[in-house]
């Protein structure tokens, strides 16, 4: 496996204008959000540009607030629509400084698309891609438009909603040209991957993007350091291992972990064929517009069998 970060310069509705003093100014869609950003130890070069924002998110500095909140200015929306290629989806500003799109993650989408696309050169069928903690559903969509039939699972019924939501914003249900689709689970994702698992259920690629802490729909405990290899064994049993160009996708944000760290978690679960497979494994960063500056935004390990 090749050591590769992979950079992200932004698309027509994303852009990082600037980063620094813990903080980061990006443009989604029409709307210039500041968040705070753990990986800017650097000074800001465009200060200016700061003043333009229409949204920031701080953690707690008043009194009563838990967390942290949004600071918004007159008239700017809790939630908007946004693209990225064809595909469309809300962005939203929720309470715990996100917005429903990790942009970082774009580099990902490209080679999932890429994926199923040469899958369906050789399978009669619609590639099987299972996508686990699958938030509000990009990943997903991705897939589902180059015609894969996707099952989405996710803890949140929320998250599946706004998934769900995104894949009609996008026609994906009405997808008659390519033929994806997406089915939504809401269950705990090691549960739910057991259960493909004994069912004899088996996927043509897989998606995974674990926090370092979760909690199932029935609150179980998701903890990466206990939960993920147990995971990566049962998703071990869903792949098509022996399908040229089944894949494995592994995305992680914990801070701490270093992405050879995925990649040797991935090798373990798959022992027989990662070794062999062709793949990748880095950092995701996301680059200034202007600058030759990049703001380091998470790691992944991915491979396709030969
Ligand atoms: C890190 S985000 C995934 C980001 C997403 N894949 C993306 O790139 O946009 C974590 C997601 O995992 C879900 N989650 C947390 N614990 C879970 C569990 N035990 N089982 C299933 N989903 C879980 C959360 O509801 C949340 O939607």
Redesign the pocket.
Known sequence: MERLDLVVSGWPDYELLDSGDNRKLERYGKHILIRPETQALWRPSRPELWKKADAEFRFGQEKGEKGGAWRKRTGMPDAWDMSWNSLRFTARLTSFKHT???PE?AANWEWIAGRIGSLRGQLKGPPRVL?????????SMAAARHGAEVTH????KQ?NNWAHDNARLSGIERDEDHGGSIRYIT????K?AEREARRGAVYDGI?L???AF????KG???RIEEHLPKLLDACAKLLARTRPGAFLLL?G?AAGYAPLSLLQAAESSFADIAHGAKGEFGELHIKEKDTKRAVPSGIYSRFMVK
């Open positions: 429903g799109v990790f993650q996508n686990l903690f699958g938030y509000t559903g990009i990943a699972c996710d803890a949140s998250s269950d705990d994702a090691l739910f998606i993007d674990p926090p979760g909690r199932g729909a179980e405990v998701f995305n944000y």
